[in-house]
């Protein structure tokens, strides 16, 4: 069964200083892997994917995310973080083997960002 | 160019009772993506909708129902309503002829049942 863990349901970090969030993820052959971010109230906003290729992806608000395949992980990080940057952060899979028009997201539990002045 | 629109933006039902809720997809999005997410949890997949028909559906029980409209519009039906249905319900649309495409998300509709 496809799945995705997010070790952290939290990370403290202070501003300026670079952050990183993990998550691994348990599907069959390659995936798809997304991050969404998530502000109070409000849906979930894109950030970045891989799909194919360079194993460092580079995505939106200076994120980006280092695709492991033997360590099966997709970790996001930003190399200074922002206090704006605090947030509650999803892991997403998508089965690549599922072509349809979409195939569901499978999520992570959510990992709270924190980053203090 | 508009995102994904969801309405209402709150709502609050009775156990038993039934609940629609609306969905508008992005411009040039024709796939639509329903998502429950409860309280300190990640969305789980309900299901999809794509040209008029449910394409993939998660594991969810049949008291939980959509239909796509031909403006690819969307709609989320939920009977029986119970006190564990309280969450918020997103809508995600994409574009099914654009590979490796991002699912993108509306503000979603939180629902409480009482």
């Known amino acids: 069964a496809q799945s995705v863990a997010q070790p952290e349901d939290q990370v403290n970090v202070a501003e300026g200083n670079p952050l990183t969030v993990k998550c691994t993820y348990s599907v069959s052959g390659n995936p798809y892997l997304f991050w969404y971010v998530q502000y109070p109230n409000r849906g979930l906003q894109f950030l970045l994917k891989y799909i194919t290729g360079d194993n460092l992806v580079k995505g939106s608000y200076g994120f980006e995310a280092e695709f492991n395949k033997s360590q099966t992980s997709f970790h996001l990080k930003k190399p200074s973080a922002l206090v704006s940057d605090s947030a509650l952060y999803f892991c997403a899979v998508r089965d690549r083997k599922v072509y349809n028009q979409g195939g569901k997201l499978i999520f992570g539990q959510g990992t709270e960002l924190s980053v203090k002045p | 160019d508009a995102g994904v629109t969801q309405s209402p933006t709150h709502l609050i039902k009775t156990r038993g009772q039934q609940v629609t809720l609306r969905c508008s997809p992005k411009?040039?999005?024709?796939?639509v993506s329903w998502y429950q997410q409860a309280l300190g949890q990640g969305p789980q997949f309900i299901f999809q909708?794509?040209?008029?028909?449910?394409?993939q559906r998660g594991n969810f029980p049949d008291r939980f129902s959509g239909h796509q409209f031909p403006n690819y519009s969307s709609e989320l039906n939920v009977n029986a309503l119970l006190l564990g249905d309280s969450a918020l319900y997103l809508c995600?649309?994409?574009?099914?002829?654009?590979?490796?495409?991002?699912?993108?998300f509306g503000p979603g509709t939180r629902l409480t049942v009482t």
């Open positions: 995600a649309s994409s574009f099914a002829g654009q590979p490796f495409y991002e699912q993108y």
């Open positions: 909708y794509y040209e008029e028909e449910e394409r």
């Open positions: 411009s040039g999005h024709d796939t």
